[in-house]
């Protein structure tokens, strides 16, 4: 049974549309919901949340329905869950969303780097609930050494606790030093890191663009773990793809620091895709959850290409209308559409950073062409009836050197030239 709390100014839609996503979670989690329940208060009962009366019809419903579970759509304080579970039927389990996130992620985690974060995650969410989980928590025996009549089995099992979030803190510190390391390898290869709201189909895309073998499932946090795959985008460019944990309202404040790092592959890259779900009657909503965590880590403007995926679920009115508002590329990760327009959207982002110079070569100057294209900083290159562009790695003093800084233009796509040799300027504006 799902239980929704409506107060204050919050709208009765608002709420229904948080209830469908704790369903989906629930069914991601493998139960089958069986009812749902809304407590209207003008604010919450700090006692059990939606007040001990609301409870105890709960706890009747729970008996006809057969249902095993209570399952809170707001978190509840350690007090506050053992309240609730005092009223109820001692059979009935009560959890919160955040209990139903960690479950999932715990089911889903596969690596070690997951299982760690996972690991982390749920001992700090048990951490302030231990009282009342077991019945061995009396006061122990006193003797030589201890203090007074003893120690509580609870303080030893807080300190168990305690020493193991220590230990994996110190682990997640080691994998993190190892992924920079990867990061630092691959330094000289363009990232695109693909993020969005959970379920807006990031690993269909992934698999789509790179044609690949990635696993795609139409449930909530189907990936937890980085996967990066190499995807070229034409003119001789080649990026690395990078597929990252799904965002999510409520999100427990226990998963936001260990799961950070996942999300880090986002910070660092290139180009950031940031995937809509058009289709979804909330999309608005999760585009906002998707930008708020991307501003928290720093990655904001033109380093944001917006994807509105699912345009084969929708009219097409209503996908022009939603990619005029976030000015973003129409796909569809399921049929292919539109994947054409994206690759050379990110062909021209990805050229137009700022640690790469552009030239524009006629192809008489064959002693300049010769130059570019063996500098080996070359990163892509064009031919056309009368010139080539290539895109290099290099800053102006480079350019001098190999004496291309006279063909300097702005940008990918235009003829137009910076000024040529003793130039500074970079009329080029970078992510």
Aim: hydrophobic content about 40%.
């Amino acid at each position: 049974m799902l239980v929704g709390l409506l107060h204050g100014r919050a709208d009765r839609a608002g709420l229904e549309d948080h209830l469908d996503e704790l369903e989906r979670l629930m069914e991601t989690a493998g139960a089958r919901v069986v009812e749902r329940a809304v407590q209207e208060r003008d604010a919450p009962d700090p006692a059990t949340l939606v007040g001990r009366g609301f409870v105890e019809r709960l706890g009747t419903r729970c008996a006809e329905l057969g249902a095993t579970t209570v399952v809170f759509d707001d978190d509840l304080s350690p007090s506050q869950l053992r309240n609730v579970e005092a009223l109820l039927p001692e059979n009935v389990k009560v959890l919160d969303r955040a209990a139903v996130i960690l479950d999932i992620f715990a089911t889903h985690a596969r690596t070690r780097e997951a299982q760690t974060q996972v690991e982390l995650a749920q001992l700090s969410y048990l951490l302030p609930r231990l009282a009342g989980r077991w019945l061995h928590l009396s006061r122990q025996t006193g003797g030589i050494g201890t203090r007074g009549v003893g120690e509580k089995q609870i303080e030893i099992d807080r300190r168990l606790v305690s020493r193991r979030i220590t230990r994996l803190k110190r682990q997640l510190a080691q994998i993190e030093r190892t992924r920079r390391l990867r990061r630092k390898g691959r330094s000289g290869v363009p990232t695109v890191a693909l993020v969005g709201y959970t379920n807006a189909g990031k690993s269909s895309l992934l698999r789509r663009l790179t044609n690949t073998d990635v696993l795609v499932e139409d449930r909530l946090f189907a990936t937890l773990d980085p996967r990066a795959r190499q995807l070229e985008l034409g003119d001789g460019l080649v990026a690395v793809v990078t597929d990252t944990v799904g965002f999510i309202r409520k999100l427990p404040h226990e998963l936001v620091a260990p799961f950070r790092s996942t999300l880090e592959e986002a910070a660092s890259a290139d180009l950031v895709l940031h995937v809509v779900d058009g289709s979804h009657p909330s999309w608005e909503a999760q585009l906002e959850v998707g930008n708020a965590v991307l501003g928290d880590l720093g990655v904001t403007g033109e380093h944001v290409l917006v994807v509105v995926n699912k345009i084969d679920r929708m009219p097409r009115s209503r996908a022009d209308r939603v990619c005029r508002t976030v000015r973003g590329v129409p796909v569809s990760a399921m049929t292919g559409e539109g994947l054409d327009g994206l690759r050379n959207e990110m062909l021209e982002r990805l050229l137009e950073r700022g640690d790469l110079e552009l030239v524009r070569i006629p192809l008489e100057d064959s002693g300049a062409v010769h130059r570019a294209l063996t500098s080996g900083s070359m990163v892509a290159r064009r031919f056309g009836p009368e010139s080539v562009t290539v895109a290099l790695r290099a800053d102006l003093d480079r350019l001098r050197a190999l004496r291309l800084s006279e063909f300097r233009i702005d940008r990918w796509g235009t003829g137009e030239t910076s000024g040529g040799e003793g130039h500074d300027a970079d009329l080029r504006v970078p992510l």
